[in-house]
Nanobody
């Protein structure tokens, strides 16, 4: 599985962005997909994940109520809608795929995409 993240950019605080994670490979629909982020000087943080069917979703407390993850298996794509963005959301965002995620805050990644930079100005 190869993953390609896109959609990052510069936005003002309070604004919105939608990230996409496009995957190659016919087995993509069997994978859970997660979004991570890493700000300069910080460890990589697991932000949100969705299981293969979309029936199980996890959000970190830091984004709950503002971010929404969804997937379209017909298009081999997972989306991250980010609303009410804050300067502290500034980071490089990565998508990852896992065959062994159980819906909690631990996402064991099998594959990683390259990052896409999100910058939120105050």
């Amino acid at each position: 599985v190869q993953l390609q993240a896109s959609g990052g950019g510069l936005v003002q605080a309070g604004g919105s962005l939608r990230l996409s994670c496009a995957a190659s490979g016919h087995t993509f629909r069997t994978y859970a997909v997660g979004w991570f982020r890493q700000a300069p000087g910080n460890e990589r943080e697991f932000v949100t994940g969705v299981n293969w069917s979309g029936s199980r979703i996890y959000y970190a407390d830091s984004v709950k109520g503002r971010f929404t993850i969804s997937r379209d298996n017909a298009k081999n794509t997972v989306y991250l809608q980010m609303n009410s963005l804050k300067p502290e959301d500034t980071a490089v965002y990565y998508c990852a795929a896992s065959l062994s995620w159980y819906g909690n805050n631990w996402f064991p990644s099998d594959y990683w995409g390259q990052g896409t930079l999100v910058t939120v100005s105050s």
